[in-house]
């Protein structure tokens, strides 16, 4: 870290990490390869700023019909951090928006992964169009539609639905 604030010129970082334990216990997203990074670390001052893309392929389930998406998912990643030198300063540091830093070497890959989980769609869809699942009978309404009713009556008005049906007999 201090031989980038020294040199002042940008490193880039390139790489790959696994993320096989980190979605272990969450079924509906698995990475089908390793999380690919290629990052620029500029420094200026005490800070070190860096910033770049992340890329996975990832396996997950649609939100609505529940059928398996494979999709390579791009994120750009930026995230900022301030060289202090003693704990004093470091609890000064907190409320700014840069991450204090007191070791030589910074570890990116808890920062990279962080990133990309937060950018993961909350609710992914296998297309804007989906039709999802049929409410009463479960059938995927993108592949066949079914006979069931799926209109739903409030029933507060449900006495009413009759009305106009005994006025015209």
């Known amino acids: 870290m201090q031989e980038l604030v020294s040199r002042q010129e940008p490193a880039s970082l390139q790489g790959t990490l696994i993320m096989t334990e980190l979605f272990r216990d969450h079924p509906e997203y698995r990475p089908l390869s390793p999380l690919q990074y290629d990052l620029t670390a500029v420094a200026a001052d005490d800070r070190i ?57 910074i570890d990116l890959a808890p920062y990279v992964m962080e990133e990309f989980v937060v950018q993961l769609p909350y609710a992914p869809l296998c297309s804007d169009d989906c039709k999802g699942l049929c409410p009463e009978c479960g059938t995927n309404l993108n592949e066949q539609s079914c006979g069931c009713n799926t209109e739903k009556v409030d029933p507060r008005m449900a006495a009413l639905q009759d009305w106009f049906k005994s006025q015209k007999e």
């Not at 390579?72 to 995230?79: A, G, N, R």
């Not at 301030?82 to 409320?95: I, N, P």
């Open 49 to 105: 700023l860096v910033t770049g893309r992340l890329g996975c392929d990832m396996r997950m389930q649609c939100s609505r019909c529940l059928d398996t998406i494979e999709e390579t998912i791009h994120v750009p990643f930026e995230e900022q951090f301030r060289v202090v030198k003693d704990e004093d300063e470091e609890a000064s540091v907190e409320e700014e928006e840069a991450v204090p830093v007191t070791e030589e070497r």
